[in-house]
């Protein structure tokens, strides 16, 4: 789980859902939606050849209420991880430099 900081919205949240039952590129998109329509997300992606959905959010989303939205669109969670995510990429090292 996530620091009192992390909880505090200070971090990005990166959530990876271990996921049974995605074949193909529809049932990715079917999970994006629903998680995109439950949740106030920045960013998801599904792979069913990695068997996960990955979600990056300003806050913790509930893992009851995740799994729920899951089951709801047909699919079964195997595993879920939390972990802060910082971002990469030219601006994030130069904020870093300047800080």
Not at 34 to 40: D, E, G, I, L, T
Not at 70 to 80: L, W
Not at 87 to 95: N, S, T, V
């Amino acid at each position: 789980m996530l620091t009192q900081k992390e909880r505090e919205g200070l971090f990005m949240v990166k959530i990876t859902v271990g996921i049974d039952g995605m074949a193909c590129g529809m049932c990715e998109a079917h999970i994006n939606e629903a998680v995109r329509n439950a949740f106030p997300v920045k960013k998801v992606t599904s792979s069913h050849t990695k068997k996960e959905t990955v979600i990056l959010a300003d806050r913790e989303i509930p893992e009851p209420e995740l799994r729920k939205v899951i089951a709801d669109v047909g699919y079964d969670v195997m595993s879920v991880n939390w972990a802060p995510y910082e971002k990469k990429g030219l601006f994030a090292r130069r904020e870093k430099i300047e800080n």
